[in-house]
């Protein structure tokens, strides 16, 4: 007998995150089904994993679970630059049933889902560390512009109005590397000042959206 595949939610606060993750999986449609993109919203379709990209969210161990599953059951899998073996572990313990590194693959990715789904829990797979950029494959706000996925992650944060302490708890970088980020990010879009970043980020996609698309590649 055949094996349904796997049918799937993309949760994240920017339909431009979602998005560029559920093209990611597109390829491996006979094993995953992307049925659901979530944008700052519950799911409310019938899933059986909500895969959590954690864009400018930080890490998983502070992901609500609630407010990404609403009345639904089913397992959520985190998608986090952060692997640090507590952080993993401590949002293991509060319920998520997979957490992924983001330098990984679709490929990688389409087989933890079927390790989810099949009931088993799924860890980083050994010491990669706390990555620079990594991500070479999904989408992300400011990309057209030759932002990378840290820089544009800061960005989002700056739009939403974070001091760089604050980015720096969120991110689990130093303060340093924050403000390494930030220089470098600013003269990629041509600002010198906060202020101006925050203007800009508001104009091209920086700011979270809420939204939901049912059956998205229908």
């Not at 659901?36 to 379709?45: F, H, I, M, N, T």
């Not at 600002?191 to 939901?212: C, D, E, I, L, S």
Request: charged content about 25%; cysteine-free; proline content about 4%.
């Amino acid at each position: 007998m055949s094996v349904q595949p796997i049918r799937v939610a993309v949760a994240n606060d920017y339909e431009l995150v979602v998005a560029g993750l559920a093209a990611m999986l597109a390829p491996f449609s006979e094993q995953v089904e992307v049925v659901e993109l979530d944008s700052g919203v519950p799911v409310a379709g019938d899933v059986d994993v909500v895969l959590f990209d954690t864009f400018a969210q930080g890490d998983g161990e502070h992901v609500d679970l609630a407010d990404i599953l609403g009345s639904q059951e089913a397992k959520v899998v985190v998608y986090s630059w952060n692997v640090d073996p507590d952080v993993v572990d401590r949002t293991i313990d509060r319920g998520v049933a997979g957490y992924l590194y983001k330098g990984v693959g679709a490929e990688e990715i389409v087989a933890a889902l079927e390790k989810v789904r099949d009931g088993d829990v799924v860890r980083p797979d050994g010491d990669v560390g706390l990555p620079d950029d990594g991500l070479v494959d999904g989408d992300w706000p400011g990309r057209e512009h030759g932002l990378s996925p840290r820089e544009s992650e800061i960005l989002a944060l700056i739009t939403q109005g974070l001091s760089n302490q604050e980015i720096a708890e969120r991110t689990y970088l130093s303060i340093n590397s924050v403000k390494t980020y930030i220089r470098t990010a600013y003269r990629k879009i041509g600002v010198t000042r906060r202020a101006q970043a925050v203007g800009w980020g508001m104009g091209h996609g920086f700011a979270p959206r809420r939204g939901r698309k049912v059956s998205a590649l229908d």
